[in-house]
């Protein structure tokens, strides 16, 4: 029997990682760009502003995300709180080709939209495109009828008021953001931005949100109390080079079993040092920041690729599917299989 060996040996890990990467670009080169109308309106806070303006303008190295349309009923210049003005790029009119239309707050929550704001909004989300309301925004989605029987989150200050006006919507204050039927709503201020990195990942995925947010030296991910989708690569780099070159090492073998003695001899440090020095530079213990990278690495994997739940589990470096399983639904509160099916669809078909 004739058989040929490699003269080298394959790295899965490796490629992975540069799968990760040429995906990443691709998607960018080949999709068509998403076209966000930012709806500005009287009275706008500039903070509650910015934060759509600066994900959706981001432009990274691989290029445009987004062609981003600042918006006023009328077209009209607009005044912000302290004397800002603000001159847009156009009327409501602009919301008719726009993918993705964003009310960042809601200056007067005693105010409905007016009445063009109303049927733009409307007609947008009858033709597939995301309508989002960041914070107080929700108040604009909800005022046009757009979140009866829907699920909603919006800032926890507005909750008893809010929940009054609208008793058809289905208030979740436990979430940072929600999305449910293309209706994306969030919590107050900060959460804005989980948001706005949740839908550049649902367009371009995770390494590409990522760099947003590196972008804009915030973590991409925060905690919130449903699985809120887009998460922090743990430690990528510390001011710590030994501990960098190690977190390479770790990451460049993650389906192998790796010992705190093992680790600390690697190091030329005692275990107790080392245990003390990791945990100083990453802000965890060895465990904490295994199990992290292995989910992320799982989680991508799910997302990007076809391989079986036994095979990720594998690679990602958990003992076997089942640990991989509970860990997953532990972290993410869905299983793996349902995390594939959400994502998965979401990257090929956000853009249509």
């Known amino acids: 029997m004739w058989t040929h060996r490699l003269p080298y040996k394959i790295d899965p890990q490796a490629i992975y990682r540069h799968f990760r990467a040429t ?9 068509k760009t998403p076209v966000v109308a930012l709806i500005a309106y009287p009275n706008f806070s500039p903070f509650h502003f910015a934060v759509p303006y600066l994900v959706f303008n981001a432009e990274l190295p691989e290029g445009r995300l987004f062609d981003l349309k600042i918006v006023s009923p009328g077209a009209r210049p607009l005044t912000a709180e302290r004397a800002l003005t603000l001159h847009p790029d156009g009327g409501l009119e602009l919301t ?4 993705i ?17 109303v049927s733009a909004l409307s007609r947008a989300h009858a033709r597939g495109a995301h309508v989002v309301g960041l914070c107080y925004g929700a108040y604009a989605l909800a005022y046009a009828g757009l979140l009866d029987g829907k699920s909603a989150s919006t800032h926890w200050m507005a909750e008893k008021d809010f929940s009054a006006r609208f008793p058809r919507v289905k208030l979740d204050m436990n979430a940072l953001y929600v999305d449910e039927d293309k209706l994306i709503t969030s919590a107050g201020t900060g959460a804005g931005l989980d948001c706005c990195l949740y839908i550049v990942r649902a367009y371009y995925g995770p390494k590409i949100a990522n760099k947003v947010a590196r972008t804009m030296v915030i973590p991409p991910h925060r905690e919130g109390g449903q699985a809120q989708f887009i998460e922090q690569p743990m430690a990528v780099s510390t001011q710590d080079a030994q501990v960098n070159r190690l977190l390479d090492y770790l990451r460049e073998h993650l389906g192998q079993s790796h010992h ?8 030329s440090m005692s275990r107790r040092t080392f245990t003390r020095h990791f945990s100083k530079a990453t802000g965890m213990t ?3 920041w295994l199990v992290n990278e292995r989910l992320q690495c799982a989680r991508d994997l799910l997302e990007t690729t076809s391989l079986s739940v036994e095979k990720i589990a594998d690679l990602a470096g958990f003992q076997t599917p089942i640990s991989l399983r509970q860990h997953f639904k532990k972290r993410f509160q869905v299983s793996p299989r349902d995390w594939r099916r959400t994502f998965g669809q979401k990257m090929a078909t956000a853009a249509h």
């Open 286 to 288: 060895l465990v904490d």
């Open 96 to 99: 008719e080709a726009a993918d």
């Open 101 to 117: 239309l964003v009310v960042p707050g809601w200056d007067d929550l005693n105010a409905h939209p007016e009445p063009d704001l």
């Open 260 to 267: 705190i003695d093992e680790l600390a001899a690697r190091t």
């Open 23 to 31: 995906t990443a670009i691709l998607l960018i080169m080949t999709t």
